[in-house]
């Protein structure tokens, strides 16, 4: 994801969890939780970054499938939950839950679930939600979603993840091929300069827009032991692609 997007975030949650700010939201009486709503299309990071999240604050990770569960056993689980915690609901769009009346359905492709609109808004909004909670909802289709279920309050942020354009491109050739101090072998012919050259050359021969993150960086995996044989195979690999 784009790294100013990503510390904007990361900023956030750092102040959400710091204890003065706790203090600050108990002193005014306003509930001391905070929900961010990750969208966009499928492998652009929304899970994989919701995990290192908690890593980083060194947070327990709940993730709730709505789509086999109902709106009883949801209220136990959110009672159930520890005061300090990241709850990760996955695909809220897919399970019919939050989507709008408007929204035609594929009944044949959508999992049926038992969790109601109004049950989910009651838990995400009730007595029965921790202090300290950490809400993070994914959809790749957030047009999808009704407005109540989005509105701030139960999410304070929006963060579109995107399809690879140059930056992103440029950051996970960086991830991959740049050297660090203390790697057991260490080429000082990939020093940053050549890295941050061939970085460049690297995203100008991908089309923006196109290519997930996640398909970037498998391509960029498979050639993880040569920086020169990802810049020079990036546009065979394009041509052979179906997009």
């Known amino acids: 994801m784009d790294n100013e997007v990503k510390d904007d975030i990361l900023r956030d949650v750092d102040e959400f969890l710091d204890q003065d700010m706790q203090d600050w939201y ?10 961010y709503l990750l969208f966009g299309p499928p492998g652009t990071g929304k899970s994989s970054f919701s995990l290192s999240l908690a890593g980083k604050h060194e947070l327990d990770i709940y993730t709730l499938q709505l789509s086999n569960i109902s709106d009883t056993t949801l209220m136990r689980l959110f009672a159930e939950l520890p005061p300090r915690c990241i709850v990760l609901l ?40 921790q202090e300290g909670r950490i809400l993070i909802m994914t959809t790749n289709h957030i047009e999808h979603l009704d407005e109540a279920l989005i509105r701030p309050g139960r999410s304070d942020k929006k963060v579109h993840f995107k399809l690879a354009d140059q930056n992103i491109s440029t950051q996970l050739f960086h991830t991959v091929f740049k050297q660090l101090p203390n790697q ?30 996640a398909e970037v960086l498998s391509f960029l995996l498979e050639r993880k032991k040569s920086p020169y044989d990802a810049v020079s195979g990036v546009e065979s690999w394009v041509a052979k692609a179906k997009y």
């Open 184 to 213: 057991k072998q260490y080429n000082s012919e990939y020093d940053d300069e050549t890295i941050e050259r061939l970085a460049r050359d690297f995203a100008s021969k991908l089309p923006e827009q196109v290519f997930s993150p």
């Open 26 to 35: 108990a002193e005014r009486g306003i509930p001391y939780k905070r929900g």
């Open 90 to 129: 996955e695909d809220v769009d897919t399970s019919g839950v939050g989507r709008r009346d408007s929204v035609d359905i594929d009944q044949e492709n959508e999992s049926k679930s038992t969790v109601t609109l109004s049950g989910l808004l009651n838990v995400l909004d009730g007595v029965s939600s």
